[in-house]
């Protein structure tokens, strides 16, 4: 069995203030827009919420319009949260309740080529099952895979599943299956919380799958807390508390069962205080560790390959890890170093948009 998870950062739509082709243009109103989420959440807006809400709206460009910024909309779909006059906008609600609305993102469509490229790396890494990781829905999973795979000369996977998870810009965790790999049970933990609050930015999808030699795997697919915005504390320990709820439930899955792999964007390195509870409490074992995993002289699996950069991963099980044949980094669709020229790519690829995405598909050969 091959196993892969890859990063395709959507495949049709994304947030504008994620598709440009540098992280920096997006990242202030990504920010706003998650730091104003939270303060509309509270059931009582005080003096300094109000202002709060202001600026965050004025960073955003909706102090003008509900819809005129380049990034956001402000839904305000009954009562209102504010008022605009000459002299300048105003909050009226004095919380939660007042109000039905939110704040969002606004979205685009993925270039074309990227799309195709997208398509062609799943081609070629042609694993048995897939972790796909920012995906915008199961009906965007089934399109890409019955039209776009299909166009390009691959074979369609027999499954594709996604539960839509915490994530409001809809990049969310899923799967892709070969026929023989049958999806026998789907676990969701997005509702999982501690004291802190919800733990999961997306979630912490589990899947079983009967492989053809009748094998019970236990997949877990995830995606944790990026550190493209809050603060690094904030986003470290939110990381953290992925990780230690990770390994309790990937502890809890061992007492009864050894095909356990853990996998996805971790948004870390290996050597990163928020992932120790995964990779140094647990007898899990990176298939990077593996004698036969070819990285290409590069360990990282995010834009020029860097260790720094290393932040996707397949995690398994002792009995996995043992059944482990080799694996690697596939790297083709990735828009690397100087001019994107560091690594081999498809011929469309010219720019950084056209690029399949700026991670590399990680996988592993498993005799399981």
């Known amino acids: ?33 998650a ?10 807006y005080t003096a300094a919420d109000k202002k709060k809400i202001i600026k ?17 909309i402000l839904r305000q779909n009954r009562g209102h949260l504010v008022k605009r006059a000459k002299a300048g906008i105003e909050v009226v609600a004095g919380g939660r309740n007042d109000w039905i ?37 199961r009906p965007a999973l089934v399109r890409f895979n019955d039209n776009i795979v299909k166009g390009e000369g691959g074979k369609p996977y027999a499954h594709a599943m996604l539960i839509d998870g915490n994530d409001d810009r809809g990049i969310d ?3 892709y299956a070969r026929a023989g790999y049958e999806i026998v049970a789907i676990h969701s933990h997005v509702d999982d919380a501690d004291n802190t609050g919800r733990i999961f930015s997306r979630d912490c999808a589990h899947y079983e799958i009967r492989t053809p030699k009748g094998n019970l795997l236990h997949l877990l697919i995830n995606h944790f807390k990026s550190k493209g915005f809050g603060s690094q504390t904030t986003s470290n320990a939110k990381r953290e508390r992925q990780a230690a709820r990770v390994k309790e439930i990937y502890d809890a899955l061992r007492k009864s069962d050894e095909h356990v792999a853990v ?9 990163s205080a928020p992932l120790a509870p995964l990779l140094l409490q647990t007898d899990l074992k990176d298939i990077s560790e593996h004698a036969r995993f070819d990285d290409g002289g590069r360990p990282g699996t995010f834009a020029a390959g860097a260790a720094s950069n290393k932040i996707d991963y397949i995690l398994l099980s002792p009995a996995l890890f043992a059944a482990a044949k080799g694996g690697g980094i596939f790297r083709k669709g990735v828009w690397g170093g100087k ?30």
């Open 263 to 271: 996998i996805g964007d971790f948004n870390d390195t290996p050597d």
């Open 1 to 33: 069995m091959k196993l892969a998870s890859y990063n395709l950062e959507n495949l049709f739509l994304r947030a504008h203030a994620l598709n440009g082709e540098s992280w920096s243009e997006g990242k202030k109103a990504l920010e706003a827009q």
């Open 56 to 72: 965050l709206l004025g960073e955003l460009k909706l102090e003008k319009s509900d819809d005129g910024g380049p990034f956001a």
């Open 173 to 175: 965790v899923g799967l």
């Open 35 to 44: 730091e104003l989420s939270a303060i509309l959440g509270k059931p009582v």
């Open 101 to 137: 609305g939110w704040v969002e993102l606004k979205r685009e469509e993925v270039n074309e080529e990227a799309t195709r490229n997208t398509a062609r790396v799943i081609i070629d890494v042609d694993a048995d099952v897939l972790g796909v990781i920012e995906a915008e829905s």
């Open 339 to 368: 001019n994107g020229t560091l690594f081999p790519h498809y011929p469309e690829i010219t720019k950084a948009s056209e690029a399949a995405s700026d991670h590399a598909a990680i996988f592993a050969e498993i005799d399981v």
